[in-house]
Nanobody, 126 residues
Framework: QGQLVESGGGLVQAGGSLRLSCAPS?????????VGWFRQAAGKERREFVA?????????YYADSVKGRFTISRDNAKNTVYLQMNSLNPEDTAVYYC?????????????????WGQGTQVTVSS
């Protein structure tokens, strides 16, 4: 219960686009006040905040490194949160994780989130 499932990762050339999806297993996203995306590059110890969205989709947050290139959105009818990634570059290569919090939290702090997915690999070739 509370499991999140990511999909949409893959291999893309620099300048390309990918759309990641995140859906909860056994619950609906209306149960979560905030949903975020994090990433962890190979050899890095910490997960890096990418983007977050508050229930209702009224407020979104982005890391400076992805502003203007990535867009987080949620489709309540499909019970899915998306991360549209455009103008990808090799520095975006990482495992991307979806996370959900039961309350509105500081979006950039991984330990504030209650549930996590297993991650999906995104590889950007130069």
């Amino acid at each position: 219960q509370g499991q999140l499932v990511e999909s949409g990762g893959g291999l893309v050339q620099a300048g390309g686009s990918l759309r990641l999806s995140c859906a909860p297993s056994g619950r609906t996203f209306s149960n979560y006040a905030m949903v975020g995306w994090f990433r962890q590059a190979a050899g890095k110890e910490r997960r890096e905040f990418v983007a977050a969205i508050i229930r209702g989709g009224g407020s979104t947050y982005y890391a400076d490194s992805v502003k203007g290139r990535f867009t987080i959105s949620r489709d309540n009818a499909k019970n899915t949160v998306y991360l549209q990634m455009n103008s990808l570059n090799p520095e975006d290569t990482a495992v991307y994780y979806c996370a959900a919090a039961g309350s509105v939290v500081i979006p950039t702090t991984p330990r504030r989130y209650d549930y996590w997915g297993q991650g999906t690999q995104v590889t950007v070739s130069s």
